[in-house]
C-alpha cells in the first residue's frame, strides 16, 4: 500500500541549513575522526636531544637576563653615588655663618627662620 507522504531520501553530500544561516562555511570535523599518523611520533633519542636543546637555551636566555640585571643596578649604584657626592660638594661650597647668640633666634621672623639649616 503505496502512503501518500514519502520518506525523501537525501544524497549523501547535501545538508539542512545551519542553524547560523552561513551557508559558506563548512561543517567542521569532529575530534574522533581526526586520526594521528603514527610516524609523527619522536624517537626517544631525539626527544633528549630536543630537551637538551630547550635547556640549555633556557640557561643561556636566563645568563642574559642576569647581565642584564646587573648592569642596571651597577648603573643605578653609579647614578645614586654620583647624586650624593653631588650634595656632599655642595654643602662643602655654601658659605655658612654659625648662630652663637640664641637672642638672635628669638629676633627672627617666620621667614628667616625657614631659610636656617641645622646641622
Known amino acids: ?12 553530500g ?10 559558506w562555511r563548512e561543517p567542521g570535523e569532529k575530534s574522533g575522526s581526526i586520526i594521528a599518523a603514527p ?33 642596571k643596578e651597577v648603573r643605578r649604584k653609579r647614578i645614586e653615588d654620583k647624586r650624593q657626592r653631588k650634595l656632599d660638594n655642595e654643602k662643602k661650597g655654601e658659605i655658612v655663618q654659625q648662630i652663637t647668640n640664641s637672642a638672635k633666634l628669638k629676633r627672627l621672623n617666620k621667614k628667616q627662620m ?6
Open 39 to 71: 610516524g609523527m611520533r619522536s624517537s626517544w633519542k631525539r626527544r633528549l636531544v630536543e630537551r637538551a636543546e630547550r635547556k640549555a637555551m633556557k640557561e643561556r636566555e636566563h645568563d642574559l637576563k642576569e647581565g642584564a640585571k646587573k648592569e
Open 1 to 12: 500500500m503505496p502512503s501518500s507522504v514519502q520518506a525523501v531520501k537525501r544524497p549523501e
Open 114 to 119: 625657614r631659610s636656617i639649616q641645622k646641622r
Open 14 to 23: 547535501i545538508q539542512g541549513k545551519s542553524k547560523s544561516r552561513r551557508i
